[in-house]
DNA sequence: TCTGGGGTCCTAGGACCC
DNA sequence: TCTGGGGTCCTAGGACCC
């Protein structure tokens, strides 16, 4: 039995939190440069604007509707979703921090009857300490309790799916498509098969499921109809991978902006592996061709000489891989580095032919960045200018993290 | 002209082993 | 002419999620 609290419109939620005055205007976010629209007030959804709609398909109906949108800027919405989880934390045990703004918690030895009021009682917790909204659904299994939430940001913002009458008027209302575990593939072949809504699916026989769905498909399914098969993960399963990756404000047809931009997204991924204690054993680099251009991608893997998070062997790494893969032939739009094969740092294997470098200096370099602002200290080889980077221009401020960005009230104010 | 970024899991097929 | 059965590991591709 489990509630799924998600937050509503987060992006667009944690904007507003600090701009009252657009509580009223249609309000979007944006994608990493500026590309999509990644989040949508209910304004936007009602003038039909779909999510991840490119903005230049939308640019001119947004502005007749008198629409302000932001780049977005994920150290606001990390922040803010930390008070979340910690406000979710502080109501209950067991949790499970399932996304940026989605977390789960078990309602194990609670009656049927309390369900709604206890989602009541999260809702209004988290709006009372961080000020975002949330729905809240509920019921005995994750997927079902994500078919909950659908209906709650529909109505009152709580739903409780304990009734069986209940649990078969929603599944009839609901499209394949909107179950969570079936996406746009699996629905159109549902689709071909006379199946349009989670009630046709219920009724497939489980073996043509698993046959044709996989076993993804086949939990989904019993999920569906009240058999838990998905349990909550109190703690993150180990990592396996972590990705850097960015597009180009345009094409990249030299190789020296090519060598900078690459020099800090291995930057990034160190500073994030070192966060997250973790060394990699593999690199890999890859270079991504437009969307329409009919070229795949192209990358190469190297091995380090030693798991490590340290930014100077990352560099390196990819620079030797860069030097194999470029070809001034290749329209380069978008690049990324790639840790493979994590291990945590405190266990470390050790070697006999070569010393791994001083993670003291890593450290340091961490420190400054963390007191002074991010890449206050940082390699040559990672540039100065970036020019390459991407669009960001709507960007809002830090107001949570940074002290020169905090919001001013009063007089002055909206400088 | 312009379409994000970061993840996980499953399956099929090939290579290889005994 | 006739050539087994069982297992693991790896990779690429496809599907999903936010």
Redesign the pocket.
């Known amino acids: 039995m489990f509630a799924l609290i998600d937050c509503d419109s987060f992006y667009v939620s944690c904007e507003r939190l600090f701009r009252p005055d657009l509580k009223t205007t249609p309000v979007a976010v944006l994608?990493?440069?500026d590309?999509?629209i990644?989040s949508r007030s209910s304004e936007v959804k009602a003038i039909g604007v779909p999510n991840?709609s490119?903005?230049?398909?939308v640019r001119d109906q947004l502005r007749r509707a008198g629409a302000v949108l932001f780049s977005s800027n994920y150290t606001l919405y990390g922040d803010l979703s930390g008070r979340v989880m910690a406000t979710l934390q502080s109501q209950s045990s067991e949790t499970e921090v399932?996304?940026?703004?989605?977390a789960f918690v078990s309602l194990h030895g609670l009656p049927r009857s309390s369900w709604e009021e206890y989602g009541l009682q999260l809702r209004s917790a988290v709006y009372r300490e961080v000020g975002i909204p949330v729905s809240v659904g509920l019921a005995s299994t994750k997927t079902l309790a994500?078919l909950a939430t659908r209906v709650a940001k529909r109505g009152e913002g709580v739903c409780a799916l304990s009734h069986p009458d209940c649990i078969a008027d929603t599944l009839r209302q609901t499209d394949t498509a909107d179950?969570?575990?079936?996406?746009?593939?699996?629905?159109r072949k549902l689709a071909l098969h006379s199946v349009f809504t989670a009630e046709d699916f219920i009724s497939l026989p489980e073996r043509w499921v698993?046959q044709e769905l996989?076993?993804?498909g086949l939990r989904t399914h019993r999920e569906l109809r009240g058999i838990p098969c998905i349990p909550l993960e109190r703690a993150p399963?180990p990592?396996?991978?972590?990705?850097?990756?960015?597009?180009f404000r345009g094409r990249m047809t030299s190789l020296e902006p090519l060598q900078e931009a690459t020099a800090s997204f291995a930057a990034r991924l160190g500073a994030?592996l070192r966060r997250h204690e973790l060394n990699a054993s593999w690199l890999r680099l890859f270079l991504v061709p437009?969307?329409?251009s009919g070229l795949s991608g192209r990358g190469l893997s190297g091995s380090l000489p030693w798991p490590t998070a340290d930014t100077r062997a990352l560099i390196q790494l990819t620079h030797r891989l860069l030097s194999r893969l470029w070809d001034a032939g290749f329209p380069c739009?978008?690049a990324?580095v790639?840790a493979l094969e994590l291990s945590p740092r405190k266990v470390m294997q050790q070697s006999l032919l070569s010393q791994p470098p001083d993670p003291a200096v890593m450290a340091v370099l961490d420190a400054v960045n963390a007191r002074l602002g991010r890449g206050t200290v940082r390699l040559a080889a990672e540039g100065v200018e970036h020019e390459w980077s991407?669009k960001r221009d709507l960007c809002s401020q830090r107001y949570t993290t940074r002290w020169d960005e905090l919001p001013v009230i009063g007089e002055g104010a909206g400088r």
């Open positions: 994608s990493n440069n590309g999509c990644v991840g490119p903005l230049f398909k399932y996304s940026i703004d989605e994500k179950v969570w575990g079936i996406g746009p593939r699996f629905s698993q996989t076993v993804v399963p990592r396996r991978t972590m990705v850097h990756s960015r597009s994030k437009p969307r329409n739009t978008k990324g790639m991407g």
